[in-house]
Nanobody, 117 residues
């Protein structure tokens, strides 16, 4: 049984920082990528950052230069360090583990990030 558990959300003022954690429990096989998404009320889900099985990293345009994704293999945890937070970063942040053979995405329950001006 694979579980994805996010933590680290909270409320901060603009310009502040938070670090989100995504713990992957159950050792899924054939992980293709682990991605962070976010969804604000009334808006579409947006890809924030991701790390591939080959170590490749990608960021959404709106967070480049401010957010950093990193992977701790020993802890089976992916981190999202968010600096220079803006009110428009307010959203529920979700972690997703994409696997293949068969193709399946595992999602966490999300963690709320609120940035006040």
């Amino acid at each position: 049984q694979v579980q994805v558990v996010e933590s680290g959300g909270g409320s901060v003022q603009a310009g502040g920082s938070l670090r989100l954690s995504c713990a992957v429990i159950g050792s899924p096989s054939n992980i293709d990528a682990i991605n962070w998404y976010r969804q604000a009320p009334g808006k579409q889900r947006e890809m924030v950052a991701g790390v591939g099985s080959n170590g490749g990293i990608k960021y959404g345009d709106s967070v480049k230069g401010r957010f950093t994704i990193s992977l701790d293999n020993a802890k089976s945890t992916v981190y999202l360090k968010m600096n220079g937070l803006k009110p428009e970063d307010t959203a529920v942040y979700y972690c997703s583990v994409a696997t293949s053979g068969p193709t399946k995405d595992y999602w966490g329950q999300g963690t709320q990030v609120t940035v006040s001006s």
